[in-house]
């Protein structure tokens, strides 16, 4: 979809609609403004400006409100923002792949739920790669873990429940750069319990409830490298 000016997005809005996404409005329109619709979100250019001011906020214009697996999959494929309208189970043999872009998780008071575990050999239900940011907030994760390469930020209002029998993260933070805002962190296992496990990454915690009935104990962050 190209756009030009307040007609174009006007567009451009009806056609995502008609999609099945939630566009906000994006204010203020300028006659010189170009929207481009480019496979994960609306883009703002001017079009008269030969270094292409390309707006940030672009994609969080484009939410995916998801209530099953299949659904939520192709939202954090197309880097869209996404918001939860049902608790949602991600079966073993799936997992959710950010490769780009800066997506906020709303689940919207609803539980994301997933079946890995030790005896099925599976571990993140949710993978930030090295280009990608995701921002969880408002609801439930009953996970084994989240892998991290890129930037992860959990929330105040995000209630993480982990279990690993084998131990290790909660989060497992690689080269990535994580950030806890807060929230409540129940993370268990046979053995040691650990929120991060940071491995060459930072971490940032400002704040947040973290719980283990683990033989072993809880460890908030474990450096495993850097």
Known sequence: IDASGAEGLTEAVKALTAAGYNVSALTPIRKDYIFTWNGNAIVCELDNDTNTDIVKEGASLIT????????????????????????????????????EGDVTLNLN?????????????????????????????NGTFNVRSLQNYGDLTIKSDVVINAMDANGGGCIKNKTGNVVIEGGTFNVNGDKDAVVVEN??????????????????????????SG
């Open 64 to 99: 995916a409100e998801v209530k099953d697996t299949a659904a939520l999959k192709k939202a954090f494929a197309n880097g869209n923002a996404i918001t939860l309208t049902a608790d949602i189970t991600v079966p073993a043999d799936n997992n959710l792949d950010l490769e």
């Open 109 to 137: 008071g609803y539980t994301l739920n997933s079946e890995q575990n030790d005896s099925n050999g599976r571990s993140a239900v949710i993978y930030i790669r090295e280009n990608a940011a995701l921002t969880v907030t």
């Open 199 to 224: 491995d060459g990454g930072t971490v940032t915690i400002n704040g947040g409830t973290f719980k283990s009935e683990s033989v072993d104990g809880c460890y908030v962050v474990v450096n495993e």
